[in-house]
């Protein structure tokens, strides 16, 4: 069965510093990784996938297979990423995506 | 339309009743999604179409639940007899098929509070 965790609830840094959110999965064949994000008042909305090696409004993950991690990294974090972001794992042939329980970042000005 | 859009935005009923929440997916998607999130977890996966038919349904929590999509366009779930541990955001998703990079673009959810 598929799981991914995202250790962290609660997240704070100061803006400037840079920031890593958590994210492990546990998965037996190949899965495909995506970090979605939730700005307030805004609907949830991808941010970026391990496929398209992208780095998206600073924003970069890799995916570790021998860690089965995929954290997300920032070298300067800035106010407008605070935010709520979701570590999801989509299965091989699968059509739907398994969601981890959250982190809440805050970048303290 | 722009984007994914439900209703209604906000559902307060009492236990035992039951709640219809829409979703109308972005034209010309095909694959639709309905995801329930709780207080403080991610969003849980209850049922996928593709077209009219259900694909995969493995995710609905019992029979109370139930989803349908007639047109393949927009689907209604549907929950009997409703209980207060459904209160929940529901979440609907669509993706288009073809190409797929996985994407999905939610909605803005269904607020359910069951007193």
């Known amino acids: 069965a598929q799981r991914v965790t995202q250790p962290e609830k609660l997240l704070s840094v100061f803006k400037g510093a840079p920031v890593e959110l958590k994210c492990n999965y546990s998965?037996?064949?190949?899965?495909?990784l995506f970090w979605y994000v939730q700005y307030s008042r805004q609907r949830l909305q991808l941010l970026l996938r391990?496929?398209s090696r992208e780095s998206i409004k600073g924003f970069t993950a890799d995916l570790n297979k021998g860690e089965t991690s995929f954290h997300l990294k920032k070298p300067f974090a800035q106010e407008e990423d605070s935010a709520m972001y979701y570590c999801?794992?989509?299965?091989?042939?699968?059509?739907?995506?398994?969601f981890g329980t959250g982190t809440r970042l805050t970048v303290i000005p | 339309g722009a984007g994914v859009s439900q209703t209604p935005s906000n559902k307060v009923t009492e236990k035992g009743k039951y709640v219809e929440l829409r979703c109308d997916p972005i034209s010309g998607h095909t694959a639709l999604y309905w995801y329930r999130q709780s207080l403080g977890q991610g969003p849980e996966f209850l049922i996928y179409f593709q077209g009219t038919g259900a694909a995969d349904d493995s995710g609905l929590p019992n029979d109370r639940f139930f989803a349908v999509r007639p047109e393949g366009s927009v689907s209604t779930l549907k929950i009997q007899r409703t209980e207060r541990g459904d209160s929940a955001v529901y979440l609907c998703a669509s993706r288009r098929t073809g190409g797929n990079t996985g994407e999905l673009f939610f909605g803005e959810g269904s607020r359910l509070t069951v007193l």
């Open positions: 998965y037996s064949g190949s899965p495909e």
């Open positions: 391990h496929i």
């Open positions: 999801a794992l989509r299965a091989g042939g699968a059509n739907n995506l398994f």
